[in-house]
């Protein structure tokens, strides 16, 4: 499913291929249509859109998405004249409804010229569109689209390009005041917040006079014998005086804050440059500063010391991803359901004692979007009051309710993150009072003690009816640098699972806190539904009474990381079972632990024993034991006999994707287990490992690797023991878009970044080169980004393997696999390339007799199998069949032990005897 940057960095390359047409609408506005579907992440056929359909009497439409859209298209050269073909849109919509076989008029027209659109929703506002914009707007605008996505759309007078420009303009005086230290940081931080907040309340006519811009332009004409030390501090002071006694002057007029914001005034002399920077940025128009997004570029620019510019945010679409599941969804079928003002009441002043919580509330973004929509349902109930009192002849209810702001709650590490949450919901609140009509007064500003800094592990969660957000990312190899030994063993005795990735906690930390029939919305890494990950988050919540009812299985997060995430919504405790269910915008019979449909879900193999000791990491070296080629040489060319014993190649999972001859391109320092003594037989190599790595290794936490400085740190006797005798092993890199399988010679040294399978033989390197255990693999395992990453407990230890097997099976497998990469090292020799070079041309069509080798190793595999041949390359069948075997191995109801010929047929050959 596409993210919302996603889709607008796909808009960005539609407009590119396409500002320039000035066609007919005829010959190109199919191609158009549909190249704007992709962008959306969908196909137009899968979506049920029709082109040319005839079901309106008054003509054929260009396109017809049943009860959602209907697009008219016109000429490049009609973009000046769009209102003159509104009737023919309007007509269409009016007539594509037929009551005799219940198909209602799409909800929305879209008349397009291919340079420009317009939007209309006719059943609600028949006389104007909704939205107009130009072709080179719609990255901006892409969410007022997203009915071709599937999804709700939304229709925002906020701009992107200016709340961004604000965003960066801002925080530019920002640094510039911290590289000049014109105060403590803090400080400075407060003072940018400070005028932050300013600048959107003039604009809004918090603030009567427009002290704040008045004072900077004061100080741009006054020279040094002004400061807004005293100027702009005495303003904020005067914000936080609930007397207004002696105000006069600039300050004439000037309302009580509340001391929440300006408790502490910031107090900052600014050069003449700098104030006058800050008055070109009070002229924004803040009426159209989108909070969401800039709260998430403030809070990123303030929070960290960034280098250049660049913070990302959250899409505001994905964000909805949350909310509308587990708030919008859940009221929005109550306030449907109320039949008359007396329970239409009853139910109002439910909503507005509704709390919202997020843990990691951050810049408070989640919050903003879950405040707006809960007070949109509020205004959707009470014209659902008033419109049921006027039907039944009864007085209009009046004093209602309003959602107040206070009931949103949040929690976050970070105070300047809280800071920022604070001044996003207040911006907010009052673009909401402008909405949706009375709250709380604008000011004094609403008491937000509610959104406080904590460490959410590690503190009580107030109470609250649902859970949103964006827990922090980060994976369990990266734990014990950025938290330090102590925290994560209060991790460890705390939530009793081990280390695993950051945001898992706070996915059994919010079950446990719901009740029964209140919901949860999070987003985490993809890991949590996968593997160890799973069984501490997503297995704990579907064990413990909570059913997931929409979910998004993969996506791009926003970020430089570019993280692939999952976003969960659950029910703890349902009354009722839920009987409506969404997974990557499909609906579903059911959500896995897995995040698939029950009928997709492969479940949880079990390790096999007789699997054991066969597949290995590499080494981890916790050191620079890599030596250039050079060195290499040189080391191995001297006198002294033995060195190829402790220098070898050394390959890692770029030479296996990237080599032609998947051969290692650099060497390192092995010393194995060997003692300092045996080690010192080696002087040279000794004395490199003593000047580059001992230094590192003297520094370490842990006294084995301190003590043992000129061994690896993992040196991993067991892969040593198990590649002992073998005349080659068989490696693949840990991490990839595909498993790539290799031949390496007993010389060469695997990198950490290698698993290596100990078998030199061709019918095993058949197996495991074969898409049955690739699509096993891909089961079981993990992912990276959207990369596969091998394990050997998830993904070769329970992996059955083909047994028993005849010897013709096994020679069929074999000389398969040989021929299959008999011809791939011919095409990577002859054209210079690696395997991930070669297979992505193989998928784009190229070296089709290499694809049909592949294929006959996967049927000789599937015949091993005793399956029939159109199993061989269906993944999903191949994962539901390998999974009934495994249980049936682990179960003891069926035989299983396929290495033992060969375990034979090794100890004879270690020991001279003759081998069978």
């Known amino acids: 499913m596409r993210s919302g940057e996603q889709i607008r960095a796909a808009l960005i390359?539609?407009?590119?291929?396409?500002?320039?047409?000035?066609?007919?609408?005829?010959?190109?506005?199919?191609?158009?249509?549909?190249?704007?579907?992709?962008?959306?992440?969908?196909?137009?056929?899968?979506?049920?859109?029709?082109?040319?359909?005839?079901?309106?009497?008054?003509?054929?439409?260009?396109?017809?998405?049943?009860?959602?859209?209907?697009?008219?298209?016109?000429?490049?050269?009609?973009?000046?004249?769009?209102?003159q073909h509104r009737k023919q849109a309007l007509d269409y919509w009016h007539n594509s409804a037929d009551v005799t076989v219940g198909r209602p008029a799409p909800r929305f027209v879209v008349l397009c010229s291919f340079q420009r659109f317009e939007i209309w929703e006719p059943g609600k506002y028949p006389n104007a569109p909704l939205?107009?914009?130009?072709?080179?707007?719609?990255?901006?605008?892409?969410?007022?689209?997203?009915?071709?996505?599937?999804?709700?759309?939304?229709?925002?007078?906020?701009?992107?390009?200016?709340?961004?420009?604000?965003?960066?303009?801002?925080?530019?005086?920002?640094?510039?005041?911290?590289?000049?230290?014109?105060?403590?940081?803090?400080?400075?931080?407060?003072?940018i917040l400070q005028m932050v907040w300013l600048f959107f309340a003039e604009d809004y006519d918090m603030i009567e006079g427009r002290p704040t811009e008045n004072t900077l332009r004061f100080l741009t004409k006054?020279?040094?014998?002004?400061?807004?030390?005293?100027?702009?501090?005495?303003?904020?002071?005067?914000?936080?005086d609930p007397d207004d006694y002696g105000r006069q002057g600039i300050l004439k007029g000037t309302q009580y804050v509340n001391g929440d914001l300006f408790d502490k005034p910031a107090l900052v002399h600014l050069t003449k440059d700098e104030a006058t920077e800050l008055l070109r940025i009070a002229e924004y128009n803040w009426r159209q500063v989108d909070p969401t997004i800039f709260g998430s570029l403030i809070e990123g620019f303030l929070s960290t010391d960034r280098s250049a510019l660049g913070a990302h945010y959250t899409h505001e679409i994905d964000i909805l991803k949350i909310v509308r599941p587990t708030i919008v969804k859940p009221w929005r079928t109550r306030i449907d359901a109320v039949t008359t003002p007396d329970e239409g009441v009853a139910l109002l002043d439910e909503l507005c004692r509704f709390r919202v919580l997020d843990p990691a509330c951050g810049c408070g973004n989640f919050l903003y979007v879950a405040y707006r929509e809960l007070r949109h349902l509020e205004h959707t109930l009470k014209e659902r009051i008033t419109e049921l009192?006027?039907?039944?002849?009864?007085?209009?209810?009046?004093?209602?309710?309003?959602?107040?702001?206070?009931?949103m709650q949040g929690i976050d590490v970070v105070p300047m993150a809280t800071a920022v949450a604070r001044v996003t919901l207040w911006m907010g609140h009052r673009q909401m009072i402008e909405k949706y009509g009375e709250a709380e007064p604008a000011l004094p500003l609403v008491s937000l003690g509610s959104i406080r800094t904590a460490d959410a592990l590690r503190t009580a969660w107030p109470e609250t009816d649902c859970i949103v957000g964006n827990p922090p990312f980060l994976g369990s190899q990266f734990m014990r640098d950025a938290h330090g030994d102590d925290y994560l063993k209060w991790?460890?005795?705390?939530?009793?699972?081990?280390?695993?990735?950051?945001?898992?906690?706070w996915f059994r930390r919010a079950h446990q806190h719901l009740k029964p029939g209140q919901r949860a919305g999070l987003v985490g890494t993809n890991s949590i539904a996968q593997n160890r990950a799973r069984s501490a988050s997503l297995e704990y919540v579907t064990s413990n009474d909570g059913v997931i009812t929409d979910a998004v299985s993969s996506q791009v997060w926003p970020g430089e990381a570019k993280v692939h995430v999952s976003l969960v919504n659950w029910i703890k405790s349902p009354a009722e079972p839920p009987t409506e269910f969404t997974l990557d915008g499909e609906a579903v019979t059911g959500i896995t632990a897995e995040l698939k449909a029950p009928e997709s879900s492969t479940g949880k193999a079990l390790p096999l024993p007789p699997n054991k000791g066969r597949c290995f990491q590499g080494p981890i070296p916790v050191g620079d034991f890599i030596i250039s080629e050079d060195e290499a040489r040189s080391l191995l060319q001297r006198r002294e006999a033995g060195y190829r014993e402790v220098v070898r190649p050394y390959i890692v999972s770029e030479d296996i994707a990237d080599d032609p001859g998947q051969r290692p391109r650099r060497w390192v320092i092995d010393f194995a287990q060997q003692p300092l003594e045996t080690a010192m037989k080696y002087p040279a190599a000794l004395d490199l490992v003593r000047e580059r790595v001992k230094p590192v290794r003297d520094t370490n936490n842990r006294a084995l690797y301190r003590n043992r400085w000129w061994q690896f740190g993992e040196a991993r006797p067991g892969m040593r023991t198990a590649l002992a005798g073998l005349t080659?092993?068989?490696?693949?890199?840990?991490?990839?878009?595909?498993?790539?399988?290799?031949?390496?010679?007993?010389?060469?040294?695997?990198?950490?970044?290698?698993?290596?399978?100990?078998?030199?033989?061709?019918?095993?390197?058949?197996?495991?080169?074969?898409?049955?255990?690739?699509?096993?693999?891909?089961?079981?395992?993990?992912?990276?980004?959207?990369?596969?990453?091998?394990?050997?407990?998830?993904?070769?230890?329970?992996?059955?393997?083909?047994?028993?097997?005849?010897d013709e099976q096994r020679d069929r497998v074999a000389e398969a696999s040989r021929r299959m990469i008999a011809r791939r090292q011919e095409i990577c020799s002859e054209e210079q390339f690696g395997l991930t070079r070669l297979y992505n041309l193989v998928d784009e069509g190229a070296y089709t007799d290499l694809k049909t080798l592949h294929r006959e190793l996967d049927e000789a595999v599937a015949v091993c199998y005793g399956w029939p041949k159109s199993v061989a390359q269906d993944r999903d069948e191949i994962a539901r069949r390998l999974l009934a075997l495994n249980a049936e191995i682990a179960a003891g109801q069926r035989p299983y032990d396929p290495f033992a010929d060969r375990d034979g047929q090794a100890i004879a050959q270690q020991l001279g005897l003759p081998v069978a």
């Open 13 to 83: 390359k539609f407009i590119g291929r396409w500002q320039t047409y000035a066609g007919t609408e005829r010959s190109e506005a199919q191609t158009f249509l549909n190249e704007l579907f992709e962008c959306y992440g969908r196909n137009r056929k899968d979506a049920g859109a029709l082109f040319e359909d005839a079901h309106s009497s008054t003509g054929i439409m260009d396109l017809h998405l049943p009860g959602l859209l209907i697009v008219e298209m016109k000429a490049p050269k009609e973009s000046g004249r769009l209102a």
């Open 131 to 191: 939205l107009e914009f130009d072709l080179a707007e719609l990255p901006d605008r892409y969410e007022s689209l997203m009915v071709l996505a599937g999804d709700e759309p939304l229709f925002h007078h906020s701009s992107r390009e200016l709340t961004k420009a604000a965003a960066i303009a801002v925080a530019n005086v920002y640094r510039g005041l911290l590289s000049r230290q014109a105060a403590p940081p803090e400080s400075i931080q407060r003072f």
């Open 222 to 240: 006054a020279g040094d014998v002004w400061s807004s030390y005293l100027m702009l501090g005495g303003l904020f002071t005067s914000l936080n």
């Open 389 to 407: 009192a006027k039907k039944a002849g009864l007085p209009v209810p009046t004093g209602l309710p309003y959602f107040p702001l206070r009931n």
């Open 491 to 505: 991790l460890s005795s705390t939530f009793k699972v081990g280390i695993k990735d950051f945001c898992v906690y």
């Open 728 to 806: 080659r092993y068989i490696a693949t890199g840990r991490v990839g878009k595909r498993l790539l399988l290799t031949w390496c010679e007993p010389w060469t040294c695997p990198s950490d970044l290698v698993y290596v399978f100990a078998f030199d033989d061709d019918y095993s390197m058949g197996v495991l080169s074969s898409f049955t255990h690739s699509a096993f693999a891909w089961s079981q395992s993990s992912t990276l980004k959207r990369d596969i990453r091998y394990t050997p407990t998830s993904a070769f230890l329970p992996f059955p393997w083909p047994y028993p097997v005849t």
